[in-house]
């Protein structure tokens, strides 16, 4: 069967496959206390979350890679897998965003009302035909537009694989739909966006972010909505089983980020990785 991204996600009519997500609610005490030296760049609190947040993983299905950010004091944490590359399924749909209106900034395209219209839904809704119809009009004639973007924004990991082997899937390459990364890389865009991008895009994006809708409330919004988290979410049914990832921020000036990606496998499903990833980032983010 042909791999496809986060078909789920252009039909919205399909969203009763995919559950609400569960509300997680902070609970006084819940993280035990740090058994190892402070981590550094955080404090003795996000310490044992993160201790809590490890162990958590260690019981849950599939693999598991994050990179989690303290923005203040510069406190970076990497698990086991924060270098494993996973399929991006739609978390892409950030970066792709992010060289728009990068470019749009400077001038070198100009983003009309579609085009916008799609933007907002590639980010509200992750729907894959508004992807499609940008991906097509500003990846250029040889389609390395957005990949020389992703990697010069951050993504220095990602790698892009050819759809099929038949020469008429083969024209299409590269194709956002079929890209790995690493958390990493995620991680590093996040940051670029953060950093990087000129001021009112910065706002424009964060906002969208922040008013995803209900079928992304999950993965990075498990901080809770007095952290006021934004994500970018990505589900994919692959081959190999299901792919779940987020990547976003949460708290005060967007203080802390977190990249997180799973590959289920054969003993996980869409539900285990949607718990997954909006657990780590209750447990991490929640009540600080």
């Known amino acids: 069967m042909a791999r496809r991204v986060a078909t789920s996600a252009s039909v919205l009519a399909a969203t009763a496959l995919i559950p609400a997500a569960p509300a997680f609610v902070p609970i006084a005490g819940a993280f035990p206390v740090h058994t190892q030296s402070t981590i550094a760049g955080f404090d003795a609190d996000l310490s044992n979350r993160i201790a809590a947040v490890d162990n958590y993983i260690a019981g849950r299905p599939g693999t598991t890679g994050y990179v989690v950010r303290d923005r203040v004091t510069g406190g970076m944490y990497r698990n086991a897998n924060a270098d494993t590359t996973f399929w991006t399924a ?17 001038g070198a395209i100009q983003l009309g009302p579609d085009d916008r219209g799609l933007m907002e839904s590639m980010l509200a809704t992750s729907n894959d035909d508004a992807a499609d119809a940008l991906w097509n009009k500003y990846s250029g004639l040889d389609r390395m537009a957005f990949e020389n973007a992703f990697h010069a924004n951050g993504m220095t990991g990602l790698t892009p694989y050819p ?25 590093r865009l996040m940051d670029n966006v953060l950093n990087h991008m000129h001021p009112d895009d910065k706002a424009y994006l964060l906002d969208r972010m922040r008013k995803v809708d ?38 005060p000036g967007e203080r802390y980020t977190l990249a997180i990606m799973t590959d289920q496998g054969p003993n996980g499903g869409y539900t285990d990785g949607e718990e997954t990833t909006t657990k780590v980032a209750q447990m991490l983010f929640a009540g600080r």
Do not use: Y
């Open 214 to 251: 209900t079928n992304q409330h999950w993965g990075v919004w498990g901080a809770g909505a007095s952290m006021s988290p934004g994500l970018k979410n990505g589900w994919s049914d692959e081959q190999g089983g299901w792919v779940v990832n987020s990547v976003g921020f949460a708290g």
């Open 90 to 106: 739609s978390t892409i749909k950030l970066a792709i965003a992010e060289d728009l209106l990068n470019r749009a900034r400077i």
């Open 163 to 187: 759809p099929t082997t038949s020469v008429e899937q083969m024209k299409l390459f590269p194709d956002w739909g079929f890209q790995k990364c690493a958390p990493a890389d995620l991680d």
